[in-house]
Nanobody
Framework: QVQLVESGGGLVQPGGTLRLSCAAS????????MGWYRQAAGKERELVAG???????KYGDSVKGRIGISRDNSKNTVYLQMNKLKPEDKAVYYC?????????????WGQGTQVTVSS
């Protein structure tokens, strides 16, 4: 069984920065891919960024150049650094994890954390 605990969401002004964290706890599940999807009201869930334990990354088109993903394999924790945030980045951000070798495919999900970008 894998549990994902997300933190770092909140309210930020346009142009601001925010850092999300997601820690995975597991006894037997060998986590490889970890990352983030987001879902805005009335829209489909979309990829933000994902990373494998080997460091392979994939970013969603809408966030390229503004967002960085990193992870600490020893802690099974993934970080999402979001810069130059825009109002359209407002969404619930979901952390995901899996044993897959592709950085953006997940089987286990966190509860989600709200990010609001507003002045």
């Amino acid at each position: 069984q894998v549990q994902l605990v997300e933190s770092g969401g909140g309210l930020v002004q346009p142009g601001g920065t925010l850092r999300l964290s997601c820690a995975a706890s597991t006894e037997r599940f060998a986590i490889n891919a970890m990352g983030w999807y987001r879902q805005a009201a009335g829209k489909e869930r979309e990829l933000v960024a994902g990373i494998t334990s080997g460091g392979t990354t994939k970013y969603g088109d809408s966030v390229k150049g503004r967002i960085g993903i990193s992870r600490d394999n020893s802690k099974n924790t993934v970080y999402l650094q979001m810069n130059k945030l825009k109002p359209e980045d407002k969404a619930v951000y979901y952390c995901g994890a899996s044993y897959y070798y592709t950085p953006d495919e997940y089987e286990v999900w966190g509860q989600g954390t709200q990010v609001t970008v507003s002045s």
